[in-house]
Every structure is written in structure tokens, then in C-alpha cells.
């Protein structure tokens, strides 16, 4: 444990250096700022030195990040909870081969892409039609990550859509199946049930309603509807016909899977160029992070920056804030990708971790967070390392002043949260206007920004197909960088579980047909309230 022990100390000997002050090394900017196809990863609003840097990456190696790469991108089953392989990677690397007990997947990954490519053909050249004709409308059904993906994504590719509208409905609340059918023609709308188990409460409620919706309007309601799942038993049960059904195995995590068939409704949205263009980026990141050295890699010293300041700074939360408004569902993807990954309480052998597992990960597109929680980033008295992300090109170009506003403020918020506003700087622009004596001091303490607050910069040139598929997929090795170095599972996701069985044994007490007898008082409380209130 000494290189943790080192990393404790000079974390602990660092901490209350000003990282401004490691500005005074004029090269300080490029030496701790790596690049990658087009990605630039600044790091250097941050106060890790040359020191913390060397133990970071010999901490990486120790860990033994490199051997557990080759194992993921080997097929080994490196979920062993599971007792599964993790090959998302797989299925942006279409030409690859990959073995898995011993024979060869890859040539059923690309049959399902080869099939998924067709149908979307099909259907945006009008070809499969709904019973009213060219399929306007796609409602993609699913949750968690038979939903985030896809649904981050279509927002993220906008400027790309040149198919069908594609809707996206996740929660068991009937509000959000309500309001998404409510306008839509069912005889021309497909219904997309993305589900790798196909059991999954939330999407079959939501999935049934659907069919019940389309069969008021439609004579063969089956053949508007297609299934993204492992379980092709469940879904011949539900009615979708085989060839409208892209399975996948179980090697592929729900939250790593829009790569594959889980990303059909966002192919519909885009076509499948676009759609292969977004592979194309993410191959191309998994090469990087397979070939470049640590001290290069992206998704290695991202990992390493959020190990510093988790673990070593205890920072118990990260803000993902992308300047870029057509990321705005990327801070929830993150969310799970990060948490339900990296929110473990065990190490993979089952023992208690003796330090925190993943931070808590937030944000919101930038500049609208700075109008709403910016205030306690800069002056609160928890410290929140910030991971700014920014295009330097929008897909406006008549709009390019509103981009070089947005851009400006992206990077006046880094400089900001480092360099502060001292009581003197402070006191002085009060003095100015106007104030004297201990009113001056009263509202210049409450104008201080304390500063050497931590920040990393991600530029891209533009948030084209191939750029956003490095983006996610930097953001997954990223993930499993961390989680090899914590020593945890990344991959499975026991802690879902528990609330799910509650939910359903709760059930019927909200009916009324079962007492709830062995739940606490307060359960009973609220159920018996919501039963009064229901008229139950
Ligand atoms: O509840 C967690 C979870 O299992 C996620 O890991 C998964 O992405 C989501 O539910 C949806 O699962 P499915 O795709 O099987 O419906």
C-alpha cells in the first residue's frame, strides 16, 4: 500500500498550495494538457504536480490496469459477479475478431448490425411501412440504459436527423407513456421495446400500454413494433415477430450498450452512416487507450484526476458541466455509467473497500448552471472539481457570436475557480463604489472567492458523429480505469436490486390485498394515507 501511503502525504503536504502558483512553470499549460485525435485534455487547473502525477501513473500500474485491459478487450470474464465477459467494445470494432468460450462473436455482431442497418433503411426510405403508411414516429421504450444512451445521444447528433422523429419514454409514471402517444398517429408510428432482459417492470408496464394503444387503432399491431434484447424467448412471447427483434449477448453492459442494437432508434434518428461514423469515434478512442501510454492516455488520466481528487483530496462529488447544449442529458448518462458502475461498497474479492468507491456525479450544461448552482462552486465550502467540456466550433454558423459567448464563458469559469478574488481585490472595488469603514469590510468578506478550485477542460473541434463516439467512449474506459485501480466490479449492479423486490411486494398493499404485515411504520403509514387518498 506504500504508493496510496505516498499519495496520501503529498496530497495531504500539497493542500494548501495555491494551483495558481503552479503557473510559475511557464510550461505548466502543455506538460500537464494531452491530445488526442483532435481531443484536448487540460488538466493543469488542477493542483496535481510532476509528483502526484508520477505516483498516479505507477499507482495505475500497480493496480494492474493494463493486464485488466487486455483481459476486457480479450473477452475474459472480467465481470466475475456475473460471471461475464464486457465487449462493448466489440461492437464498435465491426472487422475485429473476439473470442468468447472459445468461439469467435464477432460474426453474429455483425449479421445484428448488417440487419439493424436494413430495417433502419427500410424504414426511413419508406419501405416498412405502419398501416397509415411511412413511419413518421418512433417510441423508443426503455429504461436506465436501454434508455439514457440512445436518448443522450439523438439529442447530442441533432444537427444529424434527417429520419423518423424519435420519442423516448422511460419511467413506470403512465404521465411520461401519457404525454409522449398523446398527438402521435399510431398507424404510422413504431414502437421500439429496448430491453436486454425484457423483464424489466417499468418498460413492459409501459410496453403494454403502447401495444394497447396501438391495437385501438391499428389491425396488426405486432408488426409496429420491434425489440432490442437478449431474451428472444421473452420477446417472441410478447408477439414481435423474429425479424423485427436485434439481439445481443450477455457480455454487453445495459449502460455501455447503445454501440449496438439498443442504438437502433437512434440510428432510425440518424442513419446508419452517421450512426457508423459514431462507432467509427469510439473504435478509434479504444485504440488510443489500448496503444498510448498512460502518461498520454485519455482515459487514463482522466481516471487519475477523479482518483486524485476522490480519493486523495476526498472530493466526494464531480460536476460534468459540457458548454454544449446539445449534451444536456450527458450528466444523467454519466450518472449511471459512473455510479452504477463505480458505487460499490466491496473490493471484487468481496472484502470491505478501505477507502470511498466512485464520487457522486452531477451537472448541467453550461451557461445555464452558472444562473443556477455556480454560486456554491465558487463560494461554498465544499469543494466540487469541475469537468468542463467544450466544442470549439458549434453547428451554427450564423449563430457563431452566441458560440463565442458561450465559449468565453466556459473558459472564464475555469480562470475563475482558480484564480478567486482576494479580500484585498475585494475590498478595493467596494472602496469604489462608495463604502467606508466596517461596511466596506461586511460586504467585501461576502465578495471573496476563495479560489484554487479545481477544473479540467476537454476541447473538441465540434460535436460531429465521430467526436461524440470518442467523447462516450473515453467516458467508459474512464470508468474502468477507475474501477480497476479501486479494485471493485465495475461492471455489475447488485445494489438496484433490493428497491426492485420491495416495489413489488408493495404492490399489493397499495391495493389493498395484502396487510404489509413485517413492514415498518413508517411504509405503513404512507401506503395507508396513499390508500385513503386513492379511495382504496
Ligand atoms: O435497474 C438497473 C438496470 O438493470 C440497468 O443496469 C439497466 O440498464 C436497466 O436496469 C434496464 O434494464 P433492461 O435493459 O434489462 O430493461
Known amino acids: ?102 468461439h469467435d462473436v464477432m460474426p453474429a455482431v455483425r449479421e445484428t448490425h448488417a440487419r439493424m442497418t436494413a430495417f433502419a433503411r427500410d424504414i426511413r426510405a419508406g419501405r416498412y411501412t405502419g398501416q397509415g403508411g411511412a413511419i413518421t414516429d418512433v417510441v423508443n421504450i426503455g429504461i436506465g440504459g436501454s434508455d439514457l444512451g440512445p436518448a443522450m445521444a439523438t439529442l447530442a447528433l441533432a444537427p444529424y436527423h434527417n429520419g423518423p422523429r424519435v420519442h423516448f419514454v422511460s419511467n413506470v409514471d403512465g404521465a411520461h407513456i401519457h404525454d409522449t402517444l398523446r398527438g402521435l398517429n399510431p398507424e404510422t408510428t413504431l414502437v421500439v421495446v429496448a430491453s436486454k432482459t425484457f423483464t424489466t417492470i417499468e418498460t413492459m408496464t409501459n410496453a403494454e400500454t403502447a401495444r394497447r394503444w396501438m391495437a385501438a ?43 449496438g442494437p439498443i442504438g437502433l432508434s437512434l440510428m432510425l434518428a440518424i442513419g446508419p452512416e452517421n450512426f457508423d461514423a459514431m462507432l467509427a469515434g469510439a473504435a478509434a478512442m479504444d485504440a488510443h487507450f489500448c496503444d498510448a501510454p498512460f502518461a498520454e492516455n485519455l482515459p487514463v488520466l482522466l481516471a487519475l484526476v477523479g482518483i486524485w481528487h476522490n480519493q486523495f483530496c476526498d472530493y466526494a462529488t464531480r460536476a460534468v458541466l459540457p458548454y454544449d447544449q446539445r449534451l444536456a442529458r450527458l450528466p444523467a448518462y454519466l450518472q449511471q455509467l459512473e455510479m452504477e458502475s463505480n458505487g460499490k461498497r466491496v473490493s471484487m474479492d468481496g472484502a470491505d473497500l478501505p477507502y470511498h468507491s466512485g464520487p457522486v ?83 467585501a468578506r461576502h465578495r471573496v472567492f476563495p479560489g484554487s478550485r479545481p477544473s479540467t477542460t476537454l476541447l473538441y473541434p465540434k460535436l460531429t458523429p465521430e467526436v461524440f463516439g470518442g467523447i462516450i ?64
Open 1 to 102: 500500500m506504500t504508493i496510496w501511503q505516498d499519495l496520501r502525504d503529498h496530497a495531504e503536504a500539497v493542500k494548501s498550495r495555491r494551483i495558481a502558483e503552479l503557473f510559475e512553470n511557464d510550461n505548466r499549460a502543455a506538460e500537464f494538457t494531452a491530445e488526442f485525435g483532435g481531443f484536448m485534455f487540460d488538466y493543469s487547473k488542477t493542483n496535481i504536480d510532476a509528483k502526484a502525477r508520477s505516483l498516479l501513473l505507477r499507482l495505475a500500474e500497480k493496480q494492474g490496469v493494463a493486464e485488466k485491459r487486455a483481459a476486457m478487450f480479450a473477452g475474459k470474464k472480467i465481470n466475475e459477479t456475473e460471471r461475464r465477459a464486457v465487449l462493448h467494445t466489440a461492437l464498435r470494432n465491426l472487422d475485429g475478431e473476439v473470442m468468447v468460450d472459445g
Open 473 to 536: 467512449a473515453l467516458y467508459e474506459h474512464r470508468v474502468f480505469v477507475e474501477g480497476v485501480i479501486l479494485g471493485i466490479n465495475s461492471y455489475d449492479q447488485w445494489g438496484v436490486e433490493l428497491g426492485k423486490e420491495l416495489a413489488l411486494a408493495l404492490a399489493p398493499v397499495l391495493e389493498g390485498t395484502a396487510d404489509g404485515a413485517g413492514k415498518d411504520g413508517s411504509t405503513l403509514q404512507l401506503a395507508g394515507r396513499i390508500r385513503a387518498l386513492r379511495g382504496v
Open 361 to 443: 456525479v452531477w451537472g448541467e450544461p453550461g451557461t445555464n448552471g452558472q444562473h443556477a448552482f455556480y454560486q456554491l462552486i465558487h463560494q461554498g465550502t465544499r469543494i466540487v472539481p469541475c469537468e468542463f467540456m467544450l466544442a470549439a466550433q458549434g453547428h451554427e454558423p450564423d449563430l457563431a457570436h452566441q458560440h463565442l459567448l458561450l465559449v468565453a464563458n466556459c473558459l472564464a469559469q475555469s480562470e475563475a475557480l482558480m484564480r478567486g478574488r482576494d479580500l484585498a481585490e475585494a475590498t478595493e472595488i467596494m472602496r469604489k463604489k462608495g463604502l467606508e469603514g466596517e461596511e466596506l469590510d461586511r460586504q
Open 217 to 259: 387503432a391499428v389491425a396488426d399491431p405486432g408488426a409496429q413494433f420491434a425489440a432490442l434484447s437478449t431474451a428472444a424467448e421473452k420477446t417472441a412471447a410478447f408477439g414481435i415477430d423474429g425479424s423485427r427483434v436485434f439481439g445481443f449477448a450477455d457480455w454487453v453492459g445495459g449502460r455501455y450498450s447503445m454501440w
